[in-house]
């Protein structure tokens, strides 16, 4: 099974809406992270989580929110999802006490979201 | 200013060749990290190889290296005889801060690599 997962792995959905985009991983992991990914931009971080009491805002957060409900689940949601936030998003975990010292970063398999 | 910087938004290679794919990187901070990612068509995010700051020795995984030069504060990775699978998106990064302080992952926009047969 996978460390990091994520659902649904693709949504359609209209300009308007409220969308949650969730997050579980297996790795024990105290740090997560929410990003999204555009064509020729790469990856942006949105928010980010460090325990569960722990949540800040990335380079990218308005229009969204998230919630941490457990060490292993973060949510991500759009309140009222707009056509330039189709994109990809990414999950991910990261644990700097790990044996490489990296603190290298565990993605999930990312959410391909379209607003129409 | 951009944190990460990728020049080469294509890259083509021949199958058995090394390649070189640049990123420079921008940072005050003395402590930092420099990874490299690949996302094959599939779309998954693959951690290919991690240089420190303080590291003395350029870092290497299998057919990866990364030739980090701190005075230029670039950390290119070269990829010793391609291969086919090889082909994908490959992208820079960088963690600002002590690896267990550091919370800011910044990515550079991506090289597409494509290894010709």
């Known amino acids: 099974d996978a460390d990091v997962t994520q659902t649904p792995r693709n949504r359609i959905t209209k300009t308007g809406k409220r969308i949650m985009l969730e997050c579980s991983q297996t790795?024990?992991?105290?740090?997560m992270y929410w990003y999204r990914q555009d064509p020729g931009l790469g990856l942006q971080l949105i928010y980010y989580?460090?325990?569960?009491?722990?949540?800040n805002k990335g380079e990218i957060s308005d229009g969204y929110s998230v919630s941490r409900q457990a060490q292993a689940k973060f949510s991500l949601s759009l309140e009222s999802a707009i056509p330039n936030q189709t994109a990809l998003y990414f999950c991910?975990?990261?644990?700097?006490?790990?044996?490489?010292?990296?603190?290298?970063?565990?993605f999930g398999p990312g959410t391909r979201l379209t607003v129409l | 200013a951009q944190k990460i910087t990728q020049t080469q938004p294509g890259m083509f290679v021949q199958e058995k060749e090394a390649v070189t794919l640049d990123c420079t990187y921008d940072?005050?901070?003395?402590?930092?990290?420099l990874f490299w990612y690949k996302q094959p068509s599939s779309g998954e995010m693959i951690f290919l190889i991690y240089q420190g700051s303080y590291d003395e020795q350029n870092a290497t995984e299998g057919r990866y290296s990364l030739n980090f030069q701190k005075a230029r504060k670039s950390a290119n990775l070269v990829i010793s005889a391609s291969q086919l699978g090889d082909s994908a998106m490959y992208f820079c990064a960088m963690r600002e801060g002590l690896m267990y302080t550091g919370n800011q992952f910044y990515f550079g926009t991506g090289t597409s690599l494509t290894v010709i047969p």
């Open positions: 991910a975990t990261s644990d700097p006490w790990d044996e490489g010292g990296s603190n290298e970063q565990f």
């Open positions: 940072t005050s901070d003395q402590s930092y990290g």
């Open positions: 790795k024990g992991h105290d740090r």
């Open positions: 989580s460090f325990d569960v009491k722990d949540i």
